[in-house]
């Protein structure tokens, strides 16, 4: 490996776990770092145990993973498009994903959350729709192969689409359930338990991986279609793969978070920047990255309007709507 990138993920993986220090003692039940400290290795009280470790560090732990997820399949849909634009927010799979966990919140109509291993069947919910969604703009965009403008155009218009069914499936929902989906469509993630980090994570340990083995494929497609096919790649099946891949760890990060917007268009846009293109390092910084920007929009989410709090969701939105504008800006 070479010493930038070592660098870098050094640097990035002390940044995360500095924000993480500072938000496992932030909050409502204010610690200091000596107590925080103490409790991480056991001796403290009962009720600092149970604020660490049952509401703070879940929460922690989730956004890391959600953070990741998102990036990374930011990163395969513009290497994809070739196009730096492109994010699943801005091509619907999060929308199609986020109709699915709505839809499924208005079939049990507020008894969802009692029922027994939903927060297991979320994930596959959302998957399942972003997949739908997904298949809807390849076979839109299909027209004697997929071309980049094309694919994204779709992606566009199947967001639309995908936006307006859920304001007419929340408009027929109970007063509570529009609520919940509301806040939860912000981008959310409260009431984080391990539960819910259990749920995500083998969709994220094992999908980034494979993700990271398809590096070599994401970057002769990044350069064009002929270079692909000139090199043996075959361009469907190989774009049809990474378009799986992407598509799922959008779902289940949207299950587990809502509808984030944003992440995964800046994250790999930055680490781009950084790292260069070679996405055997870019994948990996990209991930680093998006968990940095949404365990750090998390804390300020926390603490903005303490002892309020708004959806994490919306601060990302703040931070990465100027970044793509600048991009829209710069993009010729």
Do not use: C
Not at 7 to 23: D, M, Q, Y
Not at 42 to 69: H, K, N, T, Y
Not at 206 to 229: H, K, Y
């Amino acid at each position: 490996m070479k010493r930038k990138p070592l660098i870098v993920f050094t640097t990035l993986v002390v940044f995360i776990v500095f924000v993480l220090l500072v938000s496992l003692q932030s909050g409502t039940f204010q610690m200091t770092p000596a107590e925080a400290f103490k409790t991480i290795i056991g001796q403290g009280s009962d009720q600092q145990e149970l604020v660490l470790f049952e509401f703070r560090l879940p929460r922690m732990v989730l956004a890391i993973l959600i953070g990741a997820g998102l990036a990374v399949s930011g990163a395969i849909l513009q290497s994809l498009s070739r196009n730096d634009l492109a994010d699943p927010g801005i091509l619907g799979i999060n929308a199609g994903a986020g109709f699915a966990v709505v839809l499924f919140i208005y079939l049990f109509q507020g008894s969802y959350q009692n029922l027994g291993g939903s927060v297991y069947i979320l994930p596959m919910f959302a998957f399942l729709g972003a997949l739908t969604a997904a298949a809807l703009i390849y076979s839109l965009a299909y027209k004697k192969g997929i071309t980049p403008v094309r694919l994204v155009l779709v992606g566009i218009g199947i967001n639309a689409g995908f936006s307006a069914l859920l304001i007419i499936m929340q408009l027929r929902m109970s007063p509570n359930d529009f609520m919940q989906a509301t806040v939860w469509l912000s981008g959310n993630i409260w009431g984080a338990n391990w539960s819910s980090v259990l749920a995500i994570l083998p969709w994220i340990a094992i999908l980034i991986p494979l993700v990271i083995r398809q590096a070599n494929t994401l970057n002769v497609m990044r350069i064009g279609d002929e270079s692909a096919v000139g090199v043996g790649i075959s361009l469907e099946r190989s774009r049809l793969l990474l378009l799986f891949l992407a598509v799922a760890l959008a779902g289940a990060s949207v299950a587990a978070g809502g509808a984030i917007a944003f992440l995964g268009l800046v994250a790999p846009h930055i680490a781009r920047r950084i790292v260069g293109p070679r996405h055997q390092i870019m994948i990996p910084t990209a991930a680093l990255i998006g968990s940095l920007i949404l365990l750090f929009a998390d804390y300020i989410a926390r603490n903005m309007l303490a002892p309020s709090e708004i959806p994490v969701g919306i601060v990302v939105a703040i931070i990465g709507a100027p970044y793509f504008l600048y991009l829209l800006i710069k993009t010729p």
